[in-house]
């Protein structure tokens, strides 16, 4: 970074001495002409649309990744149910009712946690105990299923709680933000001071335009607490179904969690 900024540096001193020691040599012109601030102003709201839509792409791209995790983490939980079917009787039972919690846990109390970009260790509870019950069906055919099953849903899971940090760190958004408001400042410098409506409208629909394109990557850029923020559905339906699974054979008291997934006293 250091090496960036005397580059830069350097190459400013440069140009400011090219201006004044070779341009008389090179050129006839008079001093007083050149580019004017109206001819500095387009390359500049060139970088500043070009900087907005690199730092959009990777908000995006980190929004579909928490989507894809959420969803692929729902899958696992629901072949543990699917793998639960082969598994004795009470481990069947147990398995059922600890995916019911961990679903509860995730949808209730992890969510909303994600949308501070923080985690919850309410569904740890119960996938602590998922490994608990699968060590008493160890050597058994549905052993490799379930442990595979779950490595997934622990994998998935933490790539949601990465993809609910932000992903474009808050000096970068400070710096669009800046560069935002030097383009357009820059932008009503150039305008004629009469005879400008047409000017002035356009300028805000591009000030307009912008700003809403910086918000878009704020609000993206947090994919479980933003406008644009991604449901918890897939994670609610395998949560039915598990329950619906569950209350086949055993009733609603069973369950060792609460409808929040907090562990029941007791």
């Not at 929004?63 to 004795?88: F, I, M, N, T």
């Not at 949308?115 to 919850?120: C, Q, V, Y």
């Not at 878009?216 to 449901?231: A, K, N, Q």
């Amino acid at each position: 970074m250091v090496l960036i900024i005397v580059v830069a540096v350097l190459a400013l001193l440069a140009g400011l001495a090219a201006n004044r020691y070779l341009r008389p040599r090179l050129m006839s012109e008079d001093d007083d002409t050149g580019m004017a601030v109206k001819d500095l102003v387009g390359p500049l709201l060139t970088l500043t649309v070009l900087l907005l839509a690199f730092v959009l792409v990777t908000a995006n791209g980190s929004y579909g990744k928490a989507e894809v995790a959420a969803r692929g983490e729902a899958r696992a939980v629901d072949q543990l149910v699917e793998s639960a079917e082969y598994a004795p009787a009470e481990q069947r039972a147990e398995i059922q009712a600890d995916t019911v919690c961990y679903a509860r846990a995730v949808r209730e109390r992890e969510w909303p946690a994600m949308a501070d970009g923080k985690g919850s260790p309410a569904p740890s509870v119960w996938s602590t105990d998922l490994r608990r019950v699968f060590r008493e069906v160890e050597g058994k055919p549905v052993f490799g299923m379930l442990v595979s099953a779950d490595n997934k849903r622990s994998e998935e899971r933490e790539e949601r709680l990465t993809q609910a940090t932000a992903s474009i760190p808050g000096a970068i958004l400070w710096f669009l933000l800046a560069t935002l408001v030097i383009t357009v400042a820059a932008l009503g410098v150039c305008l004629p001071r009469r005879n400008n409506r047409g000017q002035i409208i356009t300028l805000t629909v591009i000030t307009a335009l912008l700003t809403t394109t910086l918000c878009i990557i704020r609000d993206v850029d947090r994919p479980f607490g933003g406008i644009i923020d991604v449901e918890p559905t897939a994670i609610t339906e395998v949560q039915r179904q598990a329950t619906r699974d569950f209350l086949a054979h055993h009733t609603a008291t069973d369950l060792p969690c609460d409808d929040k997934g907090s562990r029941r006293p007791g």
